[in-house]
């Protein structure tokens, strides 16, 4: 005789089941998800939804039924660690500035969207640069309005980066930033650089003797799960 439950806290159907080696309900549907913030007791197949972190598990038992447990099937994104979502942006145009104080490099900023509070954020950022001169110039990684890993050690000229100047202007010297931020946000971020030169005429994306030779550079954002 194959007795039947109706368990109504879940709306499902079961049978009692014997496998040989034991005896249990089993849902009479199939396999079922359990969404809950605890594991269920658990039986063959069955799947759970952690309603604390959106992560999904199947039961499983090893062969031979020595062994059973929740197997980890899908994680969630938002798990510490993950990487959330991903935003670049390329400037492949020039640009030039004479300017002493720190100015916007433009068409080289990039938004993300945090999904909480929590998050980080990981910057990279690749410039190509060059001087119209011996004279150096200075970069400097922006969220907003505020500086980012900008230097303390000097007098004057802080910045987060400073390119090694060379006796000649062919060359097109590449910029390497990374930088790991909190902005403690779930609103919109934007990430920029700024440039400013301590003479003469500093250059992104080209060299400093001429245009005959051009560069890239990129920004890339990646929201990391706190």
């Known amino acids: 005789m194959m007795d039947l439950w109706w368990n109504s806290t879940e709306g499902e159907l079961y049978v009692y089941y014997n496998d040989g080696t034991s005896s249990q309900w089993v849902a009479a549907a199939g396999p079922s998800v359990t969404v809950a913030a605890t594991a269920p007791t658990g039986y063959e197949g069955q799947l759970w939804l952690d309603s604390t972190d ?5 039961y499983y038992t090893d062969p031979g039924g020595a062994n059973a447990q929740w197997i980890g099937a899908v994680s969630n994104n938002n798990t510490a ?6 935003v670049s942006t390329a400037k492949v145009d020039a640009f030039s500035t004479t300017s002493t104080s720190y100015t916007d490099l ?4 990039a938004t993300i969207t945090p999904a909480s509070t929590s998050s980080k954020i990981m910057v990279f950022v690749q410039l190509s ?3 119209s001169s011996t004279n150096g110039h200075l970069f400097n990684l922006v969220r907003g309005t505020t500086n980012l890993l900008q230097s303390t050690a000097g007098s004057s000229d802080n910045a987060t980066f400073t390119p090694a100047t060379t006796s000649t202007t062919l060359n097109i010297a590449g910029v390497p930033i990374m930088f790991l ?5 779930a609103s919109a971020q934007t990430y920029k650089l700024q440039i400013k030169t301590i ?11 001429g245009g005959s030779f051009g560069s890239t550079s990129t920004i890339t954002l990646m929201e990391v799960a706190g």
């Open 81 to 86: 660690g993950n990487i959330i979502q991903v």
């Open 54 to 58: 959106g992560s999904m598990y199947v």
């Open 106 to 109: 433009t068409g080289l900023t």
């Open 129 to 131: 640069t060059s001087h």
């Open 181 to 185: 931020d909190s902005p403690a946000s």
């Open 199 to 209: 003479a003469g005429t500093a250059y992104v994306n080209r060299r400093g003797a």
